[in-house]
């Protein structure tokens, strides 16, 4: 019996330790699933760059994922180039509608060459009850005089916008005011934000903006993607599936709304041309978009294939290029817009090339495990085309809003 009784006890202790022994298993299991992983250990869905040999993490729960956004993996620096560029350019476009364009004052001309469609006879009349409240010039009444004399030969762009009166009226006051004293300079800034605010809304009508913001609206949609994307992927396949979609996505909209400002204002003056160039770009835009949707376009073995679509659909650019550069050979702006815009394309074809190739870690597989591997260089060249296409739309506006037709 007490043999009996003896193994009945050890029976259940010797139970007890082999669930103590599972269960610490399980926590073993646990904790290497949540750490960083070998190539090799990878599903085959998560498999896309062999020379990237370690520091993967795989299967993640969803929190994990959202915190590994602050360690090190090899998808850190993926996810901070392009979350750093969507908040540069959200700054960017913040600022686009929100500060004036400074001008040069050398490139304007006289304000009656700036005036045309608008109601001369109310504004003859409002300034001149305006200019006698104004501070008092040792030469105020013979500028009232030569304002008033102007209003019979004024010759005028149909469009103007407040912040360029503001500088056109510095350009037709007379040349003596500039070597005034520092007072009168004061009271002639003063001045002439009076009459600006009096002009200006009798004749503004700024050029639209849509085209532009319509850029950077894909900029930033394409950097918050591709950013998700990176940080999201490792949570599951399915998750995976959808995330690797919406980056294709953000890539063929940052492409097809880059045509929009070189192609609405190039040909805002040439309806026919301006509605041929986008109704193409986003046609094509759209068709990308629809077959990076096939599950086989995911593939590894198709990434140069999904390079050369990408890089075609911005090369096809260059036909409105030139087409502007016949139109317009005479015209400054049109060659530094170009200058921008091959720039753009140096920036974007290099990224293009960099990310299909595989360099540099091609080379040396598992040197650029963290840093420095073809995907992250891809991100920061990216983000150089978007910005120098940024600044080349801010020349266009300049050059619509000075010359309009």
Same mark, same amino acid.
């Given at each position: ?55 993967? /993490? ?56 700036? #005036? ?17 409240? #104004? ?21 005028? #762009? ?46 503004? /009508? ?99 294939? /999904? ?19 016949? #139109? ?33 870690? /091609? ?5 650029f495990d963290i840093a420095g591997h073809s995907h992250q260089l891809f991100h920061v060249l990216v983000v150089a085309g978007a910005y120098t296409h940024y600044n080349a739309g801010l020349l266009y ?9």
């Open positions: 019996m007490a043999a009996v009784e003896e193994a009945e006890v050890e029976g259940p202790m010797l139970g007890e330790e082999e669930e103590e022994e599972e269960k610490k298993g399980k926590q073993g299991k646990k904790g290497k699933r949540y750490g960083l992983v070998e190539y090799r250990a990878l599903p085959a869905y998560m498999r896309d760059n062999e020379y990237i040999l370690r520091h993967y /993490r795989c299967e993640w729960p969803l929190p994990q994922v959202l915190l590994s956004a602050f360690s090190i993996h090899n998808e850190t620096l993926n996810v901070w180039t392009h979350l750093i560029g969507f908040f540069i350019f959200l700054a960017l476009t913040i600022y686009t509608a929100t500060k004036v364009p400074s001008v040069d004052l050398q490139s304007l001309q006289h304000l009656p060459e700036m #005036l045309r469609n608008a109601d001369l006879h109310k504004i003859q009349a409002e300034l001149a009850a305006c200019l006698p409240s #104004l501070p008092n010039f040792s030469d105020l009444q013979k500028m009232t005089d030569d304002l008033r004399t102007s209003w019979n030969s004024i010759d005028v #762009l149909p469009s103007v916008s407040r912040w360029r009166l503001l500088e056109l009226l510095s350009s037709c006051l007379p040349h003596r005011f500039t070597h005034s004293n520092e007072t009168n300079l004061s009271a002639l800034e003063n001045m002439k934000d009076d009459v600006a605010n009096l002009l200006a809304p009798h004749f503004i /009508r700024p050029i639209s903006r849509w085209p532009f913001f319509a850029f950077l609206g894909g900029a930033m949609f394409c950097l918050l993607a591709s950013s998700t994307c990176h940080l999201l992927s490792c949570h599951s396949r399915r998750l995976a599936y959808v995330m690797l979609r919406l980056d294709y996505a953000g890539i063929a909209a940052l492409i097809a709304t880059s045509f929009y400002p070189p192609v609405y204002y190039s040909f805002m003056c040439h309806p026919f041309f301006c509605n041929l160039y986008l109704s193409c770009i986003t046609i094509l835009g759209v068709a990308t978009i629809a077959f990076s949707l096939l599950p086989v376009f995911q593939n590894p073995e198709f990434r140069v294939i /999904r390079a050369c679509l990408f890089f075609g659909m911005g090369a096809s650019g260059v036909i409105p290029v030139f087409h502007k550069l016949i #139109l317009f050979w005479d015209q400054p702006e049109a060659l530094h817009t170009t200058g921008y815009e091959i720039l753009m394309g140096l920036f974007y074809g290099i990224g293009a090339l960099v990310y299909a190739t595989r360099v540099p870690e /091609r080379w040396m597989p598992g040197k506006l300049q050059w619509r809003d000075q010359r309009g037709c």
